[in-house]
């Protein structure tokens, strides 16, 4: 097992309540998994800072859960952050979003799995992720499909996740590791911590794969 670059805060050493009961909470639903919030907790303003925009942006807000789910993944298979990618939202599946629609992210233009508001989404999320140009074409399709405030949105959640999971693939933290015990949000295969070993050591496991978008050639 992988030391993290920062240490952990063990929540049992939390006596902050509504820290504690942030933490039960990601234990019992997830995204945010505890490991990355117990690094966050160094520094309760950065824990609460994520904690707060994750649930207003990701959770609530003007746009379909299922497409920000989509967007999040999307940055997860292209920057390869395993931790995140690893990762599902309970609220997405439970909003009818199946595991196979995660399979075609990368090559989502192409693909029969989205419909036509969700591939403009991901092209918002392939621009910003990958600083493709933004120009009237994009604008264009993206005004089609979305509201300025549906906008805003995608482009403010795709932002803020791509930076913090830029940020988490550099700590090597894995999930199970700080309170044990819990599947909660992890995708199939990855619910305990030796599920999670043969996952990875797996020859289609995803983050083996190029992550690069059609449009750009392997370097």
Known sequence: MSKP????????????????????RCAREG??????QAI???VPATFWSFANTWRDVFKNGVVDHKIKELCRIYVSRSVLCEFCGNQRSIKAAKSGLKEDDYSDLINFESSTRYDERQKAALAYAEAITWDLPAGDEL??????????PELVEIGYFVAITMGQQRWLRTLNIEHHQIMAGTDASMAPGFESFDALKRSKQAEDYWAKVNS????????
Not at 9 to 23: K, Q
């Open 40 to 42: 966050r907790a160094h």
């Open 139 to 148: 604008w264009d399709r993206l005004h089609k499909h979305f509201s300025e």
């Open 5 to 24: 670059r920062i240490s952990y805060v063990d929540p049992s050493t939390i006596t902050d309540p509504a820290m504690i009961a942030e933490f039960e």
């Open 212 to 219: 690069k978008p059609a449009g750009q050639a392997a370097e």
């Open 31 to 36: 995204t945010p998994r505890p490991e990355s």
